[in-house]
């Protein structure tokens, strides 16, 4: 398509009253060319042609081009085929090809609906074959959806099961532990006044707020009271200005402490084995508690999707019933659906197509041949010679 022939149609639609312009750089090629004679009555046959063309969209021609097809078309399919310029005739071999997609669809349409029509026996086998497998998958997903209910009610029993087992190892736990859980912060009490209170106070001497905290400390550890009561004695005061009492009393609250502080820990020892025994106890409970919790809300999600499965396949039996039964209407309707389709078919083909190959092909008109006038010979009369004959002789 070059560009004389983009020139030729902006020309041509410029006449046919389309505002086109000429692209940029083009130049105009002189004076508009002497239109080439037209058949006539062309204007209903180009209308027909024109609604022809656009039957092709639904082969994936384009909206634009069939209407720029149609366009140019009707400025070129009216001209004779012999006096038509070369880009007429490329515009009508678009065009040519343009209803051959249009044709082709009307046949598509034709055959679609002719094999559905034939194929009536063996769609109704079809269908009810289709309720037969829709009716035995919901009865199939109904057994699904009750098994699913069950398995939901048993999981959801085991995990309530768990529940008192757990608490009663916890409670157990607590309480079994609970002594030792004292002793342990006893010992952690009493070390504390040791590192706070009463090393400084060996090293530097105390006051009244440190004697008293520290008094607490080994009077809350079941130290001796006199023991207790002697303490300030040593501890009030400098380690230069201690007297040998005060050494005396000093080493008794250390061997005291020291004597404690291993009975504690002695018997934070003892609640070891069944400390950790409760704690075993406590953590199997538990895991067998996380898990029936797991399984009862697994169960939960399968018999909701049953369910849905359930809601689904009975939709399809109801829609597959309503196929079987609709069967007969369905036939009906095809046969109507091929018959308007031949019929448009038929009248594609001997309305637009006819028309557009009538003009497609159509000549200019030769004249007809003027034959010359003869005057014929005249017969001579029998009568009127013999009596020119007898004169002659008389």
Known sequence: WTEAATDWVIDQLKEAGDPMKRPAGSAARGSTPKKAKVADGSSGKLKSIEKALKIAQKKGVPAEVISLVGTMLSQSLPAYKDERHEFQNEVVDMADKVLADSLSVLEDDVAKAQEIV???????DRRE???????????????????????KKAKAEAYKA??????????????????GVALEKEKEHLQGAIQNDLNPMKEAGGKQRQLARLSQAIARAGLEDSLIESVHLPLSKAPDQRGRFDGVVLKSLE???????????????????????????????????????EASESATNALAEARKAEDSAKEAAATARKSAKSLDSDLANAATSLEEAKEELSKFQNGALAAFNELKNRTVPQPE?????????AVPDPQESAE????VQG
């Open 255 to 293: 061997e005291a402490i020291e004597e404690k502080l291993a009975k504690l820990t002695s018997d934070i020892e003892a609640f070891g084995p069944a400390k950790e025994e409760r704690a075993a106890k406590v953590k199997e409970a538990q895991e067998a508690h996380d898990a029936a919790k």
């Open 369 to 377: 041949p003027h034959e010359s006038a003869e005057v014929p010979a």
């Open 129 to 151: 074959r289709a309720v037969a497998e829709a009716e035995a998958a919901y009865a199939a997903s109904q057994e699904d959806a009750k098994a699913k209910e069950e398995d």
């Open 162 to 179: 768990t529940l008192a087992p757990l608490k009663a190892a916890k409670d157990a736990q607590k309480t079994g532990d609970a002594e």
């Open 388 to 391: 020119a004959t007898a004169a």
């Open 118 to 124: 034939d194929s009536g026996d063996g769609e109704k």
